[in-house]
Nanobody
Framework: RVQLVESGGGSVQEGGSLRLSCVAS????????MAWFRQAPGKEREGVAA???????KYANSVKDRFTISKDMAKNTLYLQIENLKPEETAMYYC???????????????????????WGQGTQVTVSS
């Protein structure tokens, strides 16, 4: 059974940092496109970063140079290192696995509109000014 469990969220001051983790079970994350999304209250879920089966990262323009996505094969875990957080980035952050899709993460930022994507329960990030 596929399962994704996020952790690492919390409350930080503007400019602070967090490291989010997503432990996967039921499949090997090294073979699939994995991504991080976030959803603020009243807003659509948006993609922030993805990493393909070959280790190539992709980022939304708004988070480039501040977010770093990575994965650990031995721990079957996906990470998101977040630097210089902004209050408007307060949201629930979700881990996603594109199990039926492209290993190259093609169209990754639209995964929330597609069936077949597996999601974790989310971890809350709150940034205060």
């Amino acid at each position: 059974r596929v399962q994704l469990v996020e952790s690492g969220g919390g409350s930080v001051q503007e400019g602070g940092s967090l490291r989010l983790s997503c432990v996967a079970s039921g499949f090997n994350i090294m073979h699939y496109c994995m991504a991080w999304f976030r959803q603020a209250p009243g807003k659509e879920r948006e993609g922030v970063a993805a990493i393909d089966a070959f280790g190539m990262p992709k980022y939304a323009n708004s988070v480039k140079d501040r977010f770093t996505i990575s994965k650990d094969m031995a721990k079957n875990t996906l990470y998101l290192q977040i630097e210089n957080l902004k209050p408007e980035e307060t949201a629930m952050y979700y881990c996603a696995a594109d199990l039926p899709g492209s290993k190259r993460c093609e169209g990754w930022d639209g995964l929330h509109r597609e069936g077949g994507t597996s999601w974790g329960q989310g971890t809350q990030v709150t940034v205060s000014s």
